[in-house]
């Protein structure tokens, strides 16, 4: 018997740059910057003081960490389970190999309900998968009806943070967008409460004529069938709740053993995320009840590359993710590049071990092989995860997995640079030898003792930081002569 | 412990012996002042985060065996390195790297010698139970916490305790200081752009402080700053936590060494 060893993701979790040089050209996006500069700011505060008030902040962590592993140890069982008990409460399941899979099993059922129309609620999976795009190919509209996934859909643009996905767009602009994009929309401000009130009056009129509803799903429990969202709108309980049918897209990883271990994820999840106590809306459904909302549920269950990144026993805690996106708010290199350098949907930190991790990277050449170097490993991921996920450890465990897998290859310029320094390093000899020879660069150095240009790959640090020009007197030189001083 | 002479080793860090000594010499003339004896092991080069952290990781298991052996033989009570991400690698990647390489004893051997590995600051004030070290330094400072004595080694306010006994020093508050100045290593090549970003918002605070001089515990944070502000002729410097806590009112006992 063979083991499954999981096909790539495929979908929206692959840039056409690598991150350098799709960084670059976000960075040059000022708006951008201050946009997501001031709003990951406030976030971040926020976040800290919601945390501060849990003096069991750290145990909850570690019981969502203990909990994410115990759901990776014994995934098919789980998995197994919660189909049982969706279908026995009336759902249907389905299976997902991956996007294409999924796309076309959802666009199946909308199809057999005769409609041409489905509201939606923010889910990453089916930005992950491309849904929108998929079913309007097959002349179904899509309508995002979160307030911040409905700009992202009016203005044509893409998502740029797992939360806030119109994160980078300030209130001027988003008054714009409306303007342009919806038809009865005119006087607006740029209040935040005017803006919100015309996207009320947009969705209200497609939340009553909706007959299904496409939703992802936060949690789904096995022990009872339970699938749960949470949101801060209300939107999601309309489209829950209203139309006649509802598919769930969930990835595989988040199912949860029991009901109770709820508690621990609706504790450290909103406190991470929105940096609120408890969310304004939690949604929790199973299975059909006759005359209380859905008739028709259908839970489809999405693989997409998860089972491959299972293989990896380091890499694979990066499918503990709750999707908090609390890494990104308090990631440096976010902050800066925003979101859309990162190609993915899934941005950030996470987002850097997460895409790589789902799509297989192919060749040096992949933007995704990029991802695991957008990080200057500060470490603040790390210490915001709500479940404990060492992101720059296994950062540095994705870099060692690309360096390995092109060992056998001709060695690029990093490679020559790096066993040329191990060598440097190998004995006391070598290493002063490699520091007499860096006494020449005080030559390069102008007479202020300042480098400012330096040969490629260097000129990269040149290009805006100066370099000392290396002392007369390196340290151990200094130590052998004061020593021998102090024995003579 | 305070009073009790130690015999301490010096992990000198690569970087600062080659290119930022006075750390590295300020350190030792620093332990030598509190009554404490330095070795330096001769046959140190460098503790390997670099290539860990570029994940070449089986180049950089040879050289986590060379640092274990090295430091072992050296047989001190406890080794010092004027550096936080380079104790932070000894403490939290040697073991990982060996035992990723199979190889269970020497990640034993780099756990025992880790347990007794401390950036300077934490040799002081925990080990050395040391805060106010005599210094004299009448300058206007601003103090970067570097990402990796921060939270690798969680020092918390230990430098700061430090500085703010030091005599003559005006510390001044540092906005934003716990975010990360962009160095990150080979980041600040591969990523040089997104690295400039961060280093031009550290920078604006560091000016904005109206410091004369930004201190930390890493040279390799105090290069990428101190390249950036020397980039722009700015008036502000930069000098090592180490080098601020050796210097001494001028009607002080002299150190032994001088350089």
């Given at each position: 018997m063979s083991t499954f060893l999981g096909t790539p993701g495929i979908g929206n979790?692959?840039?056409?740059?690598?991150f350098p040089t799709a960084a670059r050209r976000e960075l040059a996006n000022t708006q951008m910057r201050r946009n997501v500069g001031h709003a990951t700011r406030t976030i971040r505060s926020k976040r800290l003081a919601a945390v501060g008030e849990c003096p069991d902040w750290e145990q909850l962590r570690e019981a969502g960490s203990a909990l994410k592993r115990d759901v990776l140890a014994r995934l098919p069982e789980l998995l197994t389970e919660l189909e049982h008990n969706v279908v026995a409460r009336g759902g249907v399941v389905h299976w997902a190999r991956d996007a294409t899979e999924a796309n076309q099993i959802i666009t199946g059922i909308v199809r057999a309900c005769r409609t041409d129309e489905v509201v939606k609620v923010k889910s990453m999976a089916t930005q992950e998968i491309g849904l929108n795009e998929h079913l309007a190919v097959h002349g179904i509209a899509a309508i995002e009806t979160d307030l911040a996934e409905l700009i992202i859909q009016l203005a044509h643009d893409k998502p740029s943070?797992?939360?806030?996905?119109?994160?980078?767009?300030n209130r001027s602009e988003i008054r714009e967008i409306f303007l342009r994009?919806?038809?009865?929309?005119?006087?607006?401000?740029?209040d935040p409460r005017v803006l919100a009130m015309a996207a009320r009056e947009h969705l209200r009129r497609k939340f009553l004529s909706a007959e299904v509803a496409v939703s992802g799903a936060n949690f789904g429990v096995a022990d009872t069938g339970t699938l749960a969202v949470v949101e801060s709108e209300g939107n999601g309980r309309m489209c829950l709740t209203l139309p006649k049918t509802l598919i769930t897209l969930m990835?595989?990883?988040?199912?949860?053993?029991?009901?109770?271990?709820l508690e621990v994820f609706m504790q450290l999840l909103p406190r991470s995320s929105?940096?609120?106590?408890?969310?304004p809306y939690t949604s929790m459904w199973t299975g059909v009840h006759p005359g209380d909302g859905p008739e028709n549920f259908h839970l489809v269950m999405l693989d997409n590359g998860r089972t491959a990144v299972m293989t990896d026993e380091v890499g694979?805690?990066?499918?503990?993710?709750?999707?908090?996106s609390a890494c990104l708010n308090v990631c440096p290199v976010y902050e800066r590049t925003?979101?859309?350098?990162?190609?993915?949907?899934?941005?950030g930190p996470i987002g850097a071990i997460l895409s790589p991790q789902l799509t297989?990277?192919?060749?040096?050449?992949?933007?995704?092989?990029?991802l695991p170097y957008a990080?200057?490993?500060?470490?603040a991921c790390f210490d915001a995860c709500p479940v404990k996920i060492d992101i720059p450890n296994i950062l540095i465990h994705l870099r060692a997995a690309q360096v390995d897998a092109e060992r056998h290859g001709l060695p690029s310029g990093q490679d020559m640079a790096m066993k040329a320094a191990a060598w440097v390093m190998s004995s006391p000899r070598s290493f002063a030898v490699a520091e007499k020879a860096l006494t020449a660069a005080r030559f390069v150095a102008g007479t202020d003792q300042r480098i400012t240009a330096l040969p490629f790959p260097l000129s990269r640090w040149t290009a805006s930081r100066d370099m000392p020009a290396?002392?007369?007197?390196?340290f151990r030189q200094w130590w052998k002569r004061t020593q021998s001083a102090i024995q003579a | 412990m305070f009073g009790a002479q130690l015999r301490i080793a010096l992990l000198a860090t690569c970087l600062a012996d080659a290119i930022f000594p006075r750390a590295a010499i300020a350190t030792v003339q620093l332990l030598e002042r509190l009554g404490h004896e330095v070795v330096f092991p001769n046959d140190q080069t460098c503790c390997g985060q670099m290539h860990i952290n570029t994940g070449y990781l089986t180049e950089a298991t040879a050289i986590v065996r060379r640092h274990v052996e090295v430091f072992e033989r050296a047989g001190c009570e406890a080794v010092v390195a004027p550096s936080g991400s380079c104790v932070g690698s000894v403490r939290h990647q040697h073991a990982w790297v060996a035992r990723r390489a199979g190889d269970a004893l020497l990640a034993r051997r780099a756990e025992t010698l880790a347990a007794r590995t401390y950036e300077l600051s934490e040799l002081l004030v925990?080990?050395?139970?040391?805060?106010?070290?005599g210094a004299y330094y009448p300058h206007r400072v601003v103090y970067h916490p570097t990402c990796h004595s921060l939270?690798?080694?969680?020092?918390?306010d230990k430098p700061l305790e430090l500085l703010r006994n030091v005599g003559g020093l005006t510390l001044l508050e540092l906005v934003d200081?716990?975010?990360?100045?962009?160095?990150?290593g080979t980041f600040a090549i591969k990523n040089a752009d997104t690295s400039t970003a961060m280093l031009a918002d550290k920078m604006a605070c560091i000016i904005e402080s109206g410091a004369e001089l930004c201190t930390a515990g890493d040279s390799s944070c105090l290069m990428h700053i101190g390249g950036g502000l020397s980039r722009l002729r700015s008036a502000v410097g930069t000098v090592h936590l180490a080098e601020i806590l050796a210097s001494t009112e001028p009607a002080h006992p002299r150190m032994v060494r001088s350089q």
């Open positions: 979790l692959r840039g056409d740059s690598s943070h797992i939360l806030v996905p119109a994160i980078h767009r994009e919806m038809p009865d929309a005119d006087d607006l401000t740029d990835g595989i990883e988040k199912v949860v053993p029991r009901f109770t271990d929105t940096a609120e106590r408890m969310n694979r805690a990066a499918l503990h993710c709750i999707r908090c925003g979101g859309h350098a990162y190609g993915s949907v899934y941005p297989g990277t192919r060749t040096h050449d992949d933007p995704n092989a990029s990080s200057s490993l500060c470490g290396p002392p007369r007197e390196s | 925990d080990v050395l139970k040391v805060r106010d070290v939270r690798m080694l969680r020092v918390g200081a716990e975010t990360c100045c962009g160095f990150g």
